[in-house]
């Protein structure tokens, strides 16, 4: 039986710990032990408050089942374990094409925002340069963090990365082309006042310069 619809979870990680949680029980460290080494540092780390929040939802919702198990010197051990509705459950994510639902919010899209409502090109133009900078570092860094012991699904998630990036540095090239040398450049131009102060004046004239 797979989850009721009004329980259907719309962050990925409750349903990567049923998947892994499908080969064998585990407790909590390892599975975020597991999920860790699992999709290495590329997604980042998983705090273990989350892990048992997440452990906690799962087995409130009756998609895996928990043993306590006693130890000789360490505390009590949790064991947790797929439950056929869990595993029902893991299938029918499964089954289903991953959708982006929450459209594409992202800061740099606000602050060309705000850029924009300056009306100083100058402006509009350090946000992109800054941006470009900072998305040219995050090539350099994902091309050196393959490794020889580099996983497959990490080296997935490095490729992935890196498309991402080069896709967000030609949102960076649009931006330049529409704001700064299409019709909204020369129609802010038109609008701005002639009145600015010389270090503005140069910043525009680099801004033009580089468009």
Known sequence: MALPSDKVYGVPLHHAVLALLSDKPAHGYELRSSFERAVGDQWGGLNIGHMY???????????????????????????????????????????????????????????????????????????????????????????????????????????AAELHTRADLGVVDAAEKSFLSGPAASAREQATPRTTSPRNKVLRERARRSA
């Open 53 to 159: 929040q997440i452990l906690d939802r799962l087995s409130r919702d009756g998609l895996i089942e928990s043993e306590r198990q006693p130890q000789q010197v360490k505390p009590d051990r949790v064991v947790h374990r797929l439950t056929p509705t869990g595993r029902a459950e893991l299938s029918r994510w499964l089954s289903e094409p991953a959708i982006r639902t929450r459209g594409f919010r992202d800061d740099f899209f606000l602050k060309v925002m705000a850029a924009e409502r300056s009306a100083d090109p100058a402006t509009l133009a350090a946000v992109l340069s800054r941006q470009r900078a900072h998305l040219l570092r995050q090539l350099h860094a994902l091309a050196d963090a393959r490794t020889p012991t580099t996983t497959a699904v990490e080296s997935l998630l490095i490729t």
